[in-house]
């Protein structure tokens, strides 16, 4: 018992390995930028304060997305999708798929749940004892059920859904202009060192180190940044990527798309101003999302002279067949 507790401990000390790294790079930038770059290095000082003061706005950008994707707790689902203590017991009592479905199509029948296992069963967490949402998966990293769950980010130390997507995508966005202006920046002093003329070994060190570092950043980020771009687009997570969603009538990877720029304004919100902030503005409660059907039979309505619900989700169930019960991660 002691020993798993302590094994525990060094797992969950492990985990803050590469977020340390990060940080340590990034201080070590900003020594070498603004020190020995910006300030020793430049002898022209409206260039430098050029420099400094756009390494700054760009750092500072920077700084506040990373901070908020690393402190932003990914959230949790609702009191309601968890099994109360009167409902565990009758759950755990039942051993046939038929009998432990009946408890399920109770408790579920209020619930906003449209995706199911690969073998057409409510999802149920067995660690959490909750029914997932939609797009909820339980994170092995940090033992819980995460709300729209993209991934868990070792580099940041914490899982990425629905609370934090919009900080991620900023982070990843502003990381790779703070590389860009280094690179662009340092680019004529790196040809000057790679020409023999740069004769500070102080100075050399510092930005071949930026050069070569900031370069890798780049070009790893930039391919991130496309990726989650795309996955944006099409409104799906990067589990949904690697795993199509299943429904009630099969696996489909398009039911959550409902345009290019609905898709958008679901993590960046409606107020255009907030967009470059991270500032929570996503919008809806991360347990149910607009589906692609719902939007097309709302607009239907609508073109019939009814009113359009926009993406308030309506009450269709499609649950029409059989339920049995597994869990899945
Ligand atoms: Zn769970
Ligand atoms: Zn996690």
Redesign the pocket.
């Known amino acids: 018992m002691l020993r798993s507790a302590c094994l525990r401990r060094c797992a969950l000390l492990l985990c803050w390995i590469p977020l340390t790294i990060v940080v340590i790079v990034v201080m070590w930038s900003y020594y070498a930028y603004v020190v020995h770059f910006s300030w020793l290095y430049i002898f022209s000082r409206p260039f430098s304060v050029a420099y400094l003061c756009l390494f700054h706005v760009c750092f500072g950008m920077f700084s506040w997305s990373f901070w908020k994707a690393v402190s932003t707790p990914p959230s949790f689902p609702s009191a309601e999708f968890q099994l109360v203590p009167s409902e565990s017991p009758l759950y755990e009592q039942e051993h046939g798929d038929m009998e432990k479905s009946h408890i399920f199509l109770e408790i579920t029948q209020n619930l906003p749940i449209h995706t199911r296992t690969a073998t057409g069963a409510i999802r149920f ?1 067995l ?2 004892q ?1 029914i997932k949402p939609d797009r909820c998966h ?1 994170c092995s990293v940090c033992q ?2 995460v709300l729209k769950m993209d991934h868990h980010c070792p580099w940041l130390n914490n899982c990425i859904g629905f609370s934090n997507y919009k900080f991620f995508m900023l982070f990843l966005l502003y990381s790779l202009l703070y590389c860009l202006l280094i690179v662009t920046t340092i680019t004529p002093t790196f040809i000057r060192l790679w020409l023999g003329q740069l004769f500070d070994t102080c100075v050399k060190l510092h930005v071949l180190f930026l050069m070569l570092v900031s370069t890798m950043f780049a070009v790893t980020l930039c391919f991130l940044l496309i990726f989650h771009i795309w996955l944006l687009t099409r409104n799906k997570t990067t589990l949904e990527w690697l795993s199509v969603p299943f429904f009630s009538d099969g696996p489909s990877s398009e039911v959550f798309d409902v345009g290019v720029r609905a898709n958008f304004l679901q993590v960046f919100g409606k107020k255009k101003a907030l967009w470059p902030f991270p500032v929570f503005t996503s919008e809806g409660d991360g347990h149910s999302f607009p589906l692609k059907w719902q939007m097309s039979s709302n607009n239907t309505l609508a073109m019939n002279g009814h009113e359009s619900h926009g993406y308030v989700l309506t009450s269709v169930s499609p649950e029409g067949v059989s339920v049995t019960i597994a869990a899945d991660d």
């Open positions: 967490c660690d959490c909750l339980h819980t059920c």
